[in-house]
Each structure stands twice: as C-alpha cells, then as structure tokens.
C-alpha cells in the first residue's frame, strides 16, 4: 500500500505502529527524532527516512509531503 502523509510547516507527525516499508519525502523538508536516539535527522526532497525505529516523530520544516510505501504480507493457504 502506497500512503501520503502532506503536513504544514512547523505541523508535527508522530505516526502509530510503524509497519515495515520505505518512507520517503517527495518533496519539503522535515526534522525527524526517535524516542530513545541520541541523533536527529533533516531530510530533505527524494531521501529516505531511517523509519525503523519505535516511537517517531516527524516535524515540517517547510511545507511537506511524504510517501509512505508499506511491505504487507499475506499468508494464503495452499491446496495440495
């Protein structure tokens, strides 16, 4: 599933239950800290947010519009 999260400058995001995927910034700029982490990141248009860790927190430096791309897995059952 393809997701887009669009925040306002200075608007903050602190998503609930991570799931597994790429998180990416189509364009603006964001300040992004983990519960528990020492170091802040800025990311900026086309990088790739480090969203492997509990407890995120997404701020809009500017104007800002991320694509959240999750990994869902389906387990089918097989007939044999």
Request: net charge negative; no cysteine; charged share 25%.
């Amino acid at each position: 599933m393809i997701y887009h999260i669009k925040l306002q400058k200075g608007e903050t995001w602190k998503p609930q239950g991570l799931k597994r995927g790429s998180y990416k910034v189509l364009n603006g700029q964001a300040w992004v800290t983990y519960v528990g982490v020492e170091k802040d990141f800025v990311m900026s248009d086309g990088e790739y947010l480090p969203a492997t860790q509990i407890g995120m927190v997404v701020e809009a430096l500017e104007d800002l519009t991320l694509e959240i791309q999750t990994i869902e897995f389906r387990l089918e059952a097989l007939s044999f």
